[in-house]
């Protein structure tokens, strides 16, 4: 059952606190300090109440955020619109000044309890998906990866059907395709990897078909080669879109006879092996290029799965994010910290180039320099370019000179509109509450009214 959390700094309302608990289905908990709220995952919300001592607001919000808390809902007495607007600054997620704003804030917990519920449902599916097969290492919810992984665990039983797996550098080409072949019929068959871009193309050949003895200057015994090797199993051929031409066509001869020829031999050797491909190069546009064989891009894109990139993953990046600093922390012996709210946000605006495995890596290098929680700067090697000071992920620009207010408004315009009209995935995106983005949306004064 998830918690509201209440950090009394006043007994005022507190007869309050019941009532939201109850409309949300949540259990009410008074805690002395952030480390009272529980795990992260049953935290519904936490409440700050500081009516009649407000001129501390600003204080324990400092020390809830260096003791890596979620922005708190503060609630106070005093309806003021410059203390709200610092309170918000200081780290707030929203101020209510009761009783005038109590509507408003029972709005916010509902929806808070609507998101909980989504959340909830949305891992229901995704367990009931993934109770036919494996796809633990694949970290994510989002529609995107989800749309691959429904496909991938179509195809999972159809041992014979070649997949085309494409997608950006660092994305999960290879866990998808490790996936596909422990799930499926050839599970107890080998798995056998090869990076076309990593090995000299005067090699590439002996490499994938093997050679007889004799066969060149250095052959001085037989050797098979991989597709031999990955008999009764998968061979998963990574940047495919590196492969020679003169060794395309023998791939897809290989495809097409089911069987290869080493070099130097006469006569060739049936293989039984499924081919999973993998790429970031557009295929398509290599073809039109004369790059790569029209014929064989055919043959290997029967079933394509295009994985997104990790900028397009919503808070995907933030279920990763954990996932590797809990991973990590155990394999150096050390405890693992909290994604402060400041982080989160930093961490869903930067635009992950090396998607994946950038975000491990500056996770693994934060983890290990950096001096108490974690920050921006310890993540990001050589500055943020999503950051404020190094240009917009979107690429749009936000008006100035102007009012706050204008500048609000135009910031939670633009990212209402790079989530696609998804006011909660907004409103996560900003670190604020969605009743506070409907009221920037609307045009009203910050923290005023609702």
């Not at 920037?440 to 609702?450: K, T």
Request: net charge negative; aromatic share 4%; proline share 6%.
């Amino acid at each position: 059952m998830s918690t509201l959390a209440v950090l009394a700094r006043s007994d005022s309302f507190s007869a309050l606190w019941p009532e939201l608990a109850a409309l949300a289905r949540a259990q009410p908990r008074v805690v002395a300090g952030a480390g009272e709220t529980g795990a992260p995952g049953e935290l519904l919300a936490l409440v700050l109440a500081v009516a009649g001592v407000e001129e501390e607001a600003e204080g324990a919000l400092r020390e809830l955020a260096a003791a890596g808390a979620p922005a708190p809902l503060v609630v106070g007495a005093r309806a003021d619109h410059r203390l709200a607007a610092a309170l918000v600054r200081a780290g707030a997620a929203d101020y209510f000044a009761l009783p005038g704003d109590v509507d408003a804030l029972r709005a916010e917990i509902r929806d808070r309890a609507a998101r909980r519920d989504e959340r909830e449902a949305a891992g229901r599916l995704e367990a009931a998906e993934r109770r036919a097969f494996d796809f633990s290492r694949i970290i994510g919810r989002s529609p995107s990866l989800r749309a691959a992984l429904d496909r991938a665990a179509r195809i999972i039983p159809r041992g014979q059907a070649t997949v085309l797996v494409t997608g950006e550098t660092g994305t999960g080409k290879e866990l998808i395709a490790q996936a596909i072949h422990r799930n499926g019929p050839r599970a107890s068959g080998p798995f056998v990897e090869l990076n076309c871009n990593a090995i000299p193309p005067t090699l590439l050949e002996s490499e994938l078909f093997g050679h007889e003895k004799g066969a060149f200057t250095d052959a001085r015994t037989a050797k098979p080669g991989l597709f031999e090797a990955a008999d009764r199993g998968t061979l998963f051929l990574d940047e495919i879109g590196d492969l020679p031409l003169v060794l395309q066509g023998k791939i897809l001869k290989a495809l097409e006879e089911k069987q290869v020829r080493r070099v130097g031999a006469v006569r060739g050797r049936e293989v039984d092996v499924r081919i999973i491909a993998a790429t970031h190069v557009d295929l398509a546009a290599a073809v039109r290029r004369g790059d790569f064989r029209e014929d064989l891009f055919y043959r290997l894109s029967v079933i394509p799965i295009h994985l997104p990139p990790l900028r397009d993953r919503g808070d995907d990046v933030i279920l990763l994010a954990e996932h590797f600093l809990r991973t990590l922390a155990a394999q150096y012996g050390m405890p693992a910290p909290a994604l402060s709210p400041t982080l989160r946000r930093a961490l869903m605006a930067h635009p992950w180039p090396g998607n994946v495995r950038e975000l491990r890596n500056g996770l693994e290098r934060a983890l290990l320099l950096a001096d108490g929680p974690l920050r921006p700067e310890d993540l990001f090697h050589g500055g943020d370019p999503g950051s404020a000071t190094g240009g917009t992920r979107g690429g749009g620009e936000l008006p100035f000179p102007a009012t706050l207010d204008v500048i609000e408004r135009a910031a939670a315009e633009a990212m209402l509109a790079r989530v696609e009209g998804n006011k909660s995935a907004a409103a996560d995106a900003l670190g604020i509450s969605r009743s506070r983005l409907y009221r920037l949306l609307d045009g009203e004064a910050e923290g005023v009214s609702e």
